[in-house]
């Protein structure tokens, strides 16, 4: 058992399986950067305050850096025998200058800590996704660069509607990432970092000297945000809406991978066969030598329930909660841990596996010999150029395609006699002009085709 | 069976059963006057596309904005026999005015008329919820004025921690709807009002005309709201991404209710016995005579589970659907309604029970004889004022609590002699001093108490 | 305003909003049928304990079995006034027989009816459910029975794995639909039918007289089920487990359902082209006149995310609750009825969809060219005949089906002395009687393929 | 990069990042032993077929033997590099034996070898978790028998509402865990262990080789549970139900122990203060010394978030599935490990914390003085003892206490004159009969109050 931030009234000692079971230092010492920052400042305004000299601050600012020199470089390892990550540090701390560090904890709650910790790791990851989105983004528009005036096949309801671009394709998912960057980048805006908020009610400590020591050390840290105020601890301390919100954009982005990864195992199958994937992102099997299985989407696909259930949990532990802090709130990092790791190797593979796939240009071509493709630009043709009503010209056309089927006879070897059974103004000659990719893409006037704002940070 | 928007190229009449289970109008009626917009925006564009003649148009506008009169007044009924809302409004118009009604349907898919729909629901409902917290939030806010200089007891794991404001706890409360209606604002300003994205890749008229059309309704509408530009057609058809953003806000605005409705619950057992809550929101029992129930509040926690099911039921349905439109999107809408308007009252009716709430003073200061709510403030003093290090502070009055509780004594009728056995600095007239709810209250600097900037609207 | 079964103490009235916002008699008069039983036994029970006369239990009991008789017919209409379906039937029986009505709900509690309404439609829906399975496995089987000897291609990574015959296909189904039979059926017979539990404690009334009067009542109804005793009232007053495992094993079904639409949908596609579907279950577009959509599919594995929504919400209410009753109970009824009716619609409609599903057979035997499918037949027969160690025969036929993608040779067509370079027992007169559906099925050993047990009933 | 069971058509090499993305050995090695199993029965049946020589097989099962007794005695580290346990071990094998372990994997595959390994983990932690449930519920009963006649109060709506005993109290937690119990059992009876299912078809083995080495090994293993005959191989691999299931029971378990949680939260406020919980598992606060926390009761309650995320995530990674096997369901095993760890742990401590719960008898009592507690008896009475039809007691009584509140007046200080003036039959003497906790609790005659049947295993 470890040193304990507490513990002045008990007289038992803490049972060993709850010790285990309440421990949270094997997932918290991912927020260790962030506590040392608390501290930090903690203890610039507990100088500031005269409740250290200048010297005692100065000796454990030291200290203080010289951890965070240590997590920085990755070389941090947390003690799996401290209750958390709070209790860890200063224990370090304790080890470097003894007695001292029992002041460092001085009018402070880990209540305040924890929320403070949380809402900088939300912003550093919210930021780092936001990049990683972006370069997925750009992978799939450069991908569209590339694909130059490739067709390829429109779906809905999972049945062939219309021609479309490859590019235009493309650029739908462009616009998608696009979106969730604007996701991420308003939650980090909306972040309100503070400190201060004691256990629940705020501490002696001025919020002046408070807001002057995290301004400083912003400003030491090179970081652009600006401090908040803290206007009340009870709020402070009762809240992880960021935390709820955070997760619910993973699992939007999540949801668009998901889709993304149903896509393109449709179009990799040996009946679409639209795609080649990138060999080394997929695997083979144990019993059947054959299969090359889409295994990366697969799991992209799949992992959908570790994303929502993710935020379920968050939202389940939080639902009734009395205010203000509740010790169910410490079951709140595992979900965002989970979930930030989780999409973050998601997006980063799905980059790389973007660039990999390689449209089977030949197979799209025999789809497009698909002559049902064309059967809203009949349509569209008829009301915009031959003044037909549109339910007339939509019937018309349906029943041609009908006849098509069930007589195995294709439209475009139709004559002009044929064709007026089913509308007087149908002609061989505009149907041949109609009836090819080009024209089904540049018939769409309604369409601005924008670059997506995609921009690498 | 109703006339349908489709049906050329079918042989078999639709299933009756099945023709029951896929119908949408039960529903999606609440969407009638987004989807009249959409018609009017629609038949202007086609004019100026020379699709329809200005006496076409005019007379078909003169029709929709008749529907639309009776929408706004509340005697729309649909027709249960319609497949949806889209094929009733057809209808409806073809009765007035015969063939000419086929061409309203001209180069348009209601794949692009119900994201249209939804969208403009959303906005909407976004800004009408956005009130209605206000709202909340401010009967929160005058309460707090009302209550002026009253104590109130804070706590965390539902134990009593520390002495705070009535005000202030009213006011964590106010922070918390003010940034409900910061998520409600931002959300609505994101939405992206668009039309003309056909079935999946636009149509045959001309992007200037369908934005001349759109800014020209809203001047005529007096919509402050600017119009988007739709740059791809696939992703406007494939995305619900708003209504799963929208499902989120809910939620957390729901989690919100559900811990006030906690916490009221609480302060309302015979037990804590701190608010007199309003008998008109309360209920009996049919067998026990004496009891006055938390009803409401009950009904309002319970909820939680409505609205995370909803959330959970869109998420679910979008997981893994390939682009663009599938027919499982239909599915959008009875989550989205019944999350708006369950929400919608609960946050009504809270704000008049909010109000009828009464602090039961005397109660109140009865608790407040609680020593122990004052331990933070003695170790704080020690560390403040006397210079002890918080740890060996914190250990002092950890221990003084235990000597009291085990001799029933209380700390205020300790002498210095006794108080010394603790720590030579604690004296019995400082603690005489510090022991008082002021005193509790004023010790805390750190926090700025501002009034929580919700106005109405 | 009705009258309500509670109110001696209140000196308010009870708000209007929250009148309406409280009531559940819009839907709860589902339960109608089960709380008329619960009248009548509770009824038997007060007569037998001198509580009623013998004219009096006798003219109740005829009143309450004429509403019966009603709601039997379908001609029970609720009254929206009422608060719940326990009032209606109060102030039903009041009309009737005044005065005496108001001893019906002596030494009862709505507490103890709604558990016991809600068990018996669980008891009764599980059953119904029950059958619409089974119908749904033995159409399933049926088909497979129709289908000979017809060959079909098994999927593994949604990518072809080996050749199966279509009725092993079929028969999946046909074992998952069994299993959820049984579930059902375990579920039904765990369900514990108890009364008396009064508000939370018990009544005054004995077991015994229960007991005897619940027991006649089965019979004269005819109700193949035993009744149990009541041990602890606190527990069955608290319980909506049975809810939750209900709306589990829904789930369970709804997934099912999810996937085996996922199956048809991807088989009905232009590209896979195995099913025809059955015309009068699919839908046509309002823009694109040659779709044939699969909506009811669509639709199916969309409703996934209302059902799970369902188990979700019910799960999100229980959570912490403290016992017994609360009035957050109230709400297991929308999702409980929503799972129920929802998932008895998809049900009773795919029994009808699989009988109009058509194989293509001509599109199937073209698939089955793709020697691939063969791959892991000609592996297996390394290992089992010619002593080939089994990886070494997994790499052979990995070569050699890169080889022939490669080089664009179909196996069947390389000689001896090719396939001597891939291993040297590796014979083209071996292949041949290998590689074909007959084989790839008949060698298959460790299966019993025996009929799945669905009995209609 | 270690050794793969698959690869001979690959050209490239796997990708680095994806290679760790797609690994499962970091969670599935604890399947180590049931995959063991696997490779024992697997290797008997290949010698029964004669694939293996006898003396080829007893070679590999000594060599699998020796690796399960390191696994059973905790010694085994999985090997990071490995992609999964399957892998894993055949390495190992490989490393003994050489050569032969590559005929180890003749006609397996790894999708029959997951499916059977999970349902075996499933079934043993079923059993496991049974026995830790008992264990909870015995520890509740055995608090029952030592408390003797102690009272206490039942609550509905969190408001107070009768008088029971303390004993009726945990005999409510005893039934609820007894079901609990009767669901494990139930889930474990029904799993089918089966063998031989192959990719997705069967094997070239014979079943009743399978069979036989099964049973064998279950002779040989001691253990108690009868073999299955593998019907569907197709039915067999697809299947994830089982997880669906457990994870069902063990939601519903979860969801009982955050009511529990709840409960004892409440008892132990300050405020109701029925409970003093037992110190070694309640922690401190770092800021406020007097805390004494129930963190225990409130991390149980957060749990639930987790465990309910946990069925969400498997729900939804199955939903929509095409059958048979897909990469998605390995993310079956995470939901499914912390699920059954995290309420083995809390079930664990949980019966720890029940043992050293203590009733504060002096609270209850000066609690039961309320006499609002007595209004159901004092409306029985009325009813069984003097006729009055039931709504009238129900009224009268609620008029009592409305009196009794309004002028702060105990009901027992009534005398005959003032309760005549509610009721010509109320007469002071029976109520002070009636007023008694012994008395509200013998009047209860509906109840059997057996006790509950917890059995050691």
Not at 76 to 102: M, T, W
Not at 328 to 345: A, G, I, R
Not at 368 to 378: C, N, R
Not at 400 to 407: G, N
Request: glycine residues 4%; contains cysteine.
């Amino acid at each position: 058992m470890s040193k304990k931030l507490w513990g002045g009234r008990f007289k038992k000692k803490i049972d060993k399986d709850f010790e285990e079971f309440s421990k949270s230092v094997q997932y918290d010492y991912k927020l260790a950067e962030y506590d040392i920052y608390h501290s930090i400042i903690h203890v610039s305004t507990l100088a500031a305050s005269k409740i250290l000299t200048p010297q005692e601050a100065q000796k454990l600012i030291s200290v203080l850096s010289g951890i965070l020199k240590e997590i920085r470089a990755g070389k941090f390892k947390y003690d799996p025998a401290c209750e958390d990550i709070h209790s860890d540090i200063q224990n370090r701390v304790e080890k470097k200058v003894g007695e001292l560090a029992l002041k460092l904890h001085s009018l402070r709650s880990r209540n305040d800590q924890i929320v403070f910790d949380e809402k900088w790791y939300c912003l550093d990851q919210g930021i780092d996704i936001g990049k990683i989105v972006t370069a997925l983004g750009i992978a799939v528009v450069e991908k569209a660069a590339k694909s130059g005036k490739d067709f390829f096949i429109g779906y809905t309801h999972t049945q062939r509607a219309q021609i479309i671009s490859f590019s235009d394709y493309l650029y739908a998912w462009a616009e998608i990432f696009l979106k969730d960057c604007k996701r991420l980048n308003d939650f980090c805006e909306g972040l309100e970092l503070v400190i201060g908020a004691g256990a629940l009610t705020g501490t002696a400590l001025k919020k002046e000297a408070y807001q002057k020591a995290a301004e400083q050390f912003l400003r030491a840290d090179k970081i652009k945000k600006s401090w908040s105020v803290l206007n009340n601890a009870l709020f402070t301390i009762s809240d992880r809406d960021f935390i709820v919100e955070f997760l619910s954009i993973l699992s939007l982005i999540q949801m668009h991978l998901s889709r993304m990864a149903e896509d393109f195992i449709l179009y990799s199958t040996k009946e679409f066969d639209f795609f080649d994937l990138p060999e080394e992102f997929c695997t083979g099997s144990s019993l059947m030598p054959h299969k090359k299985n889409p295994d990366f989407l697969e799991l992209v696909r799949g992992l959908t329930g570790k994303i929502y259930g993710n935020l379920m949990a968050i939202l389940t532990t939080m639902k009734g909660l009395p205010l203000t802090y509740n010790r169910d709130m410490q079951l709140d990092k595992e979900p965002l841990f989970s979930s930030v790791e989780t999409v973050k190797e998601e997006l980063k593979i799905m980059a790389k596996f973007v660039k990999g796939i390689k449209l089977k240009k030949e197979n799209i071509k025999e789809a497009l010999k698909d002559e049902q493709l064309y059967a809203t630009e009949i349509a569209e043709f008829l009301v915009t150029k031959k003044k037909v009503a549109f339910k007339e010209a939509h019937d018309v056309v349906g029943k041609l395609i009908r006849y098509s089927e069930d007589k195995k006879k294709k439209i475009e070897d139709m004559d002009d006699l044929v064709l007026k059974t089913f509308h007087p103004v149908l002609k061989a000659g505009d149907l041949k002009k109609i009836m090819t990719p080009k024209y089904a893409i540049d018939s769409k006037k309604s369409v601005s085709r924008a670059l997506p704002k995609l921009k690498k940070k």
